[in-house]
T-cell receptor, first 114, second 111 residues
Framework: DTEVTQTPKHLVMGMTNKKSLKCEQH?????MYWYKQKAKKPPELMFV???????INESVPSRFSPECPNSSLLNLHLHALQPEDSALYLC?????????????FGQGTRLTVV | GDSVTQMEGPVTLSEEAFLTINCTYT??????LFWYVQYPGEGLQLLLK?????DKGSNKGFEATYRKETTSFHLEKGSVQVSDSAVYFC??????????FGTGTRLQVFP
């Protein structure tokens, strides 16, 4: 099973709302990622968790707050977003602890900020 | 820094034509290389990979060979189908737990 499950698939939120994106994998992978993808652009790395610790933060604004409750789950908490944050948010996982030798992505959450 | 360069798209082909999408990379070490495919409205699917020089990754009729001497990982398919229409991303990993993507190449296949 190489499935990474993301919920919800679609989310519309106002600029004053607080919402969370969720991601789950059961491949025993120890690295999990959040990427942001704008239309017709490649995915941009936001955060990496390695063995449940935040290892990479690509200077993401604090209105995005990641959380890794355990080795299978990854959350992205959203607060006071701007319309330009509207994008496809992708979660991924890989074995972890070294160069990425394989990485699997979820179907993404399409976020619209109004 | 590490980077991936892909050919500009869109690549427009007729069904059963031969496909090549060029990918070259810059890396300080010995990266792992990947091709991902993204269909409209979906996430990324791992298409194939190669983790060392001269390795050939293959899947669903697609192939790519890791060429260290030319720092390339070109994607090829002998006979494309309409269902292959998608965006293809070349990617590399040259750091612990980090995956870097090229800009993507849109493929359009017409009957």
């Amino acid at each position: 099973d190489t499935e990474v499950t993301q919920t919800p698939k679609h989310l519309v939120m106002g600029m004053t709302n607080k919402k969370s994106l969720k991601c789950e994998q059961h491949m025993g992978h120890r690295a999990m990622y959040w990427y942001k993808q704008k239309a017709k652009k490649p995915p941009e790395l936001m955060f990496v968790y390695s063995y449940e610790k935040l290892s990479i933060n690509e200077s993401v604004p604090s209105r995005f707050s990641p959380e890794c409750p355990n080795s299978s789950l990854l959350n992205l908490h959203l607060h006071a977003l701007q319309p330009e944050d509207s994008a496809l948010y992708l979660c991924a996982s890989s074995p972890g602890g070294g160069l990425v030798t394989e990485a699997f992505f979820g179907q993404g959450t399409r976020l619209t900020v109004v | 820094g590490d980077s991936v360069t892909q050919m500009e798209g869109p690549v427009t082909l007729s069904e059963e034509a031969f496909l090549t999408i060029n990918c070259t990379y810059t890396a300080t070490g010995y990266p792992s290389l990947f091709w991902y495919v993204q269909y409209p409205g979906e996430g990324l699917q791992l298409l194939l990979k190669a983790t060392k020089a001269d390795d050939k990754g293959s899947n669903k009729g697609f192939e790519a060979t890791y060429r260290k001497e030319t720092t390339s990982f070109h994607l090829e398919k002998g006979s494309v189908q309409v269902s292959d229409s998608a965006v293809y991303f070349c990617a590399l990993s040259d750091r612990v737990d980090k995956l870097i993507f090229g800009t993507g190449t849109r493929l359009q296949v017409f009957p």
